[in-house]
């Protein structure tokens, strides 16, 4: 079992920077893909990115060159690192994983989801 607990959210102006942070318990976290996925009022769930256990990555094309995803397998922890936020960046940000090796943008792949930490970028 794998929980994803997220940290990181707050308040930032537009032109700022968040990391957030995703703690996934659970013996296998190594060999997790992991995964951002964001929901804005009134919109759909959407993918931001993913990380893959060899550590390969995908971005929405929205927040590619601005957001960079890592992880570190030792202390099971995923970050998204935003940088030069906007205020279309703000929205609940989920963190979510799945034992599968394939780097997918889809919400449903993934098994395991957090319950989100709140990001909002004021202009």
């Known amino acids: 079992q794998v929980q994803p607990v997220e940290s990181g959210g707050g308040l930032v102006q537009a032109g700022g920077s968040l990391r957030l942070s995703c703690a996934a318990s659970?013996?296998?976290?190594?060999?997790?893909?992991m995964g951002w996925f964001r929901q804005a009022p009134g919109k759909e769930r959407e993918f931001v990115a993913t990380?893959?256990?060899?550590?390969?990555?995908a971005y929405a094309d929205s927040v590619k060159g601005r957001f960079t995803i890592s992880r570190d397998n030792p202390k099971s922890t995923v970050y998204l690192q935003m940088n030069n936020l906007k205020p279309e960046d703000t929205a609940v940000y989920y963190c979510?994983?799945?034992?599968?090796?394939?780097?997918?943008?889809?919400?449903?792949?993934?098994?395991?989801w957090g319950q989100g930490t709140q990001v909002t970028v004021s202009s």
């Open positions: 979510a994983a799945y034992h599968g090796t394939v780097l997918t943008r889809i919400s449903r792949d993934y098994g395991y």
């Open positions: 659970g013996r296998t976290f190594s060999s997790l893909t």
């Open positions: 990380i893959g256990w060899h550590e390969s990555t």
